[in-house]
């Protein structure tokens, strides 16, 4: 079956710049996490959406990073004014979403480099 | 204090030993840990995950908890050079939403 799917697989954006990364979760999970990882570091969690709404942002650098999940399937990582400091790989988890202990899959990221 | 510690290694095993991998974290009220492994580039997936106290098997992968020493470790028996990867412990905390904390991960080198 299909996994956690993501896209682009890559971005290279200027400093100042507006971007967005989707990302399409397994069919039937009700649960999406974004993640961050910076090289040599392991993933650090922005945001947990529980059908359409986000449950928990507080992993939200600031407030030029937004997400959104209208229709409680695929989600949308948007990120405004980007610098170069938000270089890093975007990975998008789903799970079943019974409980928090649920499985997380992981898609295969989306690498952003800010110039 | 880092929420969920390991050590960044490398470590370094020959192949047909035991690899072990050590985490520790530091909320004391987590209730679900996890082990992924990541290849280089990759993505991470899920090798193992354990909720209670002692040992879980899972074919050559052995995960031990002891929450009242906060630790949680994993085994590799027989390791392969293509176990070679970065291991990161997970840890799923007292909120209820299901966030995992990472640890920085550590990598195992198996050595033909």
């Known amino acids: 079956g299909a996994g956690v799917s993501q896209t682009p697989s890559n971005k290279v954006t200027e400093k100042g710049k507006y971007v967005e990364l989707r990302c399409d979760p397994i069919s039937g999970h009700t649960a999406l996490y974004w993640y961050r990882q910076s090289l040599g570091q392991g993933p650090e969690f922005l945001i947990y959406f529980q059908g359409t709404g986000a449950a928990d942002d507080s992993g939200l650098p600031n407030d030029r990073f937004f997400a959104v999940r209208p229709e409680g399937s695929v989600s949308t990582l948007k990120i405004q004014r980007t610098e170069r400091g938000d270089s890093a790989v975007y990975l998008c988890?789903?799970?079943?979403?019974?409980?928090?202990?649920?499985?997380?899959?992981f898609g295969p990221g989306t690498r952003l480099t800010v110039l | 204090q880092k929420e969920v510690e390991q050590n960044s290694g490398p470590l370094s095993v020959p192949e047909g030993a035991i690899a072990s991998l050590n985490c520790t974290y530091s909320d004391r009220g987590s209730q679900s840990f996890f082990w992924y492994r990541q290849y280089s580039g990759k993505s991470p997936e899920l090798i193992m995950f354990i909720y209670s106290n002692g040992d879980k098997e899972d074919g050559r992968f052995t995960a031990q908890l002891n929450k009242a020493s906060q630790y949680v470790s994993l085994l590799i028996r027989d390791s392969q050079p293509s176990d070679s990867a970065t291991y990161l412990c997970a840890v799923n905390g007292i909120s209820n939403t299901g966030k995992l904390i990472f640890g920085q991960g550590t990598t195992l080198q198996v050595k033909p």
């Open positions: 988890a789903s799970s079943l979403g019974r409980s928090q202990a649920d499985t997380q899959y």
